[in-house]
């Protein structure tokens, strides 16, 4: 049952440019959406959060765009940089009786120099 | 550093075998999640503890248990061990019961022969 799901398994951006990272929902229950960024050999690092009361939250590169309608939010970093090469997840807090958070399957983003 | 230790980082074993895999929170927190997360795969949650107890759980295995000790560390045992659970296994911890944004900590990578 994937609730949160991240098509895209790779994307590769030159530095200086727009990275998008797409991730689409199926549960309209969700009231809360997470993007953690994952390096190689470390544990996953929240990184930002919306609310799904607002459709844009911004912190610095980072801005995560969230389209209710479409079940639909994307991470947007600008610009790139090559420390951003990372795997990023797309999360959503399920209250089931007790509090879980599922997450998708990822995307690696590679970002050029 | 997310403040959240795993022990061991590795570990190697046989089918049929028992492990424990052990996690220490970030000072303060009273919630610690763990997740699964096979190759190339999502985070799979698995259980969640709140100050010692049970609070949510997920597509645990009957031959996987946890539990949260009174000074909050947890440990997640595996038991009869199969070649598919070979996976990272992750411990996050949170302040409170419903705090979606977790810390992680690195992963303890389990492989089974």
């Known amino acids: 049952d994937q609730q949160v799901k991240q098509n895209s398994p790779s994307l590769s951006v030159q530095e200086g440019r727009i990275s998008i990272l797409n991730c689409d929902y199926t549960?309209?229950?969700?009231?809360?959406f997470l993007w953690y960024k994952k390096y190689p050999a470390e544990g996953p690092t929240f990184l930002i959060s919306?609310?799904?009361?607002?459709d844009k939250n911004e912190d610095g590169r980072f801005t995560v765009f969230l389209n209710k309608s479409a079940k639909h939010l994307s991470l947007h970093i600008v610009p790139s940089q090559p420390g951003d090469s990372a795997v990023y997840f797309c999360?959503?807090?399920?209250?089931?009786?007790?509090?879980?958070?599922?997450f998708g399957a990822g995307t690696r983003l590679f970002v050029k120099a | 550093d997310s403040g959240v230790t795993q022990t061991p980082k590795h570990l190697i074993t046989a089918t049929g075998q028992r492990v424990t895999l052990r996690c220490s929170p970030r000072?303060?927190?009273?919630?610690v999640y763990w997740y699964q997360q096979s190759l190339d795969q999502g985070l799979q949650f698995l259980i969640q503890?709140?100050?010692?107890?049970?609070?949510a759980k997920g597509n645990i295995l009957e031959r996987f248990s946890a539990q949260q000790f009174p000074d909050l560390h947890s440990e997640l045992n595996l038991s009869s061990l199969e070649l598919g659970d070979s996976a990272l296994y992750f411990c996050a911890s949170s302040a409170g019961p419903k705090v979606a944004e977790a810390f992680f900590g690195q992963g303890t990578r389990l492989t089974v022969v």
């Open positions: 999360a959503a807090p399920a209250y089931t009786g007790g509090f879980k958070t599922i």
């Open positions: 503890y709140y100050n010692g107890e049970e609070r």
């Open positions: 000072s303060g927190d009273l919630s």
């Open positions: 919306i609310s799904s009361i607002k």
């Open positions: 549960n309209s229950m969700f009231d809360y």
